[in-house]
């Protein structure tokens, strides 16, 4: 397995520096990840919230760790593409449990995020850096950490300040990418440049495009659970006709 995991991660982690934005829409289950990697996208990401929704549950680990790496399973099977997943703040696994368990789903990467979802406060950068440096170093290469920086939605005082300062810690624990969620787009690419690092950057309704984040120095570009909330409201639209006749 460490062969193949090695293989995708490397593959995955090369889509990262190949001179325009990495799109990776995020699935849910495999239907969506047949479509999303049908259309031609090299690699694909899953959405916490996304994935939690079609389980049945809330997004900020309310849904169970079983559920959600069987889910990633499933998505990793019925694709040739890599995949690489959200697992929050990780469902409480020691570092040890969280690799295994990702690696055994097939996955190529992980996000990892710095704030408590039931607390919804950052964690301290120290701890945090240290927690990463244990993932990554049970990983040993396998896998490409994805670090979320929450600052913009959870901080106070100067969040891009204090996202390059974040920054910089995780990539000295080896994270290999930066995820600044809600970050303006115009501070992309001080973050990549001050951490010299890839930055992840999210792509919402009404925002710029992923080429245009691409150009403002988005190194790779996420949708989150929008995707799925799209499909739902087109759903709950067919039912509505349905039961109108």
Do not use: K
């Not at 495009?209 to 759903?235: C, D, E, K, Y």
Request: proline fraction near 7%; charge should be negative; aromatic fraction near 6%.
């Amino acid at each position: 397995m460490t062969d193949g995991a090695a293989a995708r991660a490397a593959a995955f982690r090369a889509l990262h520096h190949g001179g325009g934005p990495l799109v990776l829409p995020n699935a849910w289950d495999a239907v969506s990840a047949r479509a999303f990697a049908g259309a031609g996208f090299p690699a694909l990401a899953t959405s916490s919230s996304a994935v939690a929704a079609v389980l049945g549950y809330a997004d900020g680990e309310d849904a169970p760790a079983d559920e959600v790496f069987a889910a990633v399973a499933r998505i990793v099977r019925s694709v040739d593409v890599p995949v690489t997943a959200d697992v929050e703040r990780g469902y409480g696994l020691a570092p040890e449990e969280l690799v295994g368990r990702l690696l055994e789903a097939g996955a190529a990467g992980c996000n990892l995020e710095d704030s408590v979802p039931a607390t919804r406060r950052l964690v301290d950068p120290d701890r945090q850096a240290e927690w990463l440096a244990e993932v990554c170093s049970e990983a040993g290469g396998n896998l490409l950490v994805n670090a979320r920086i929450d600052t913009y939605v959870r901080g106070a005082g100067d969040p891009l300040a204090e996202a390059v300062e974040r920054g910089r810690r995780y990539a000295a624990a080896g994270a290999g990418c930066l995820y600044p969620i809600f970050a303006p787009p115009e501070h992309l690419a001080v973050v990549a440049a001050e951490t010299g690092l890839p930055v992840n950057a999210l792509c919402v309704p009404d925002g710029p495009s992923p080429a245009a984040l691409g150009a403002l120095g988005a190194a790779r570009v996420t949708f989150g659970g929008t995707l799925q909330a799209r499909v739902a409201a087109g759903i709950a639209e067919l039912a509505a006709g349905l039961r109108t006749g």
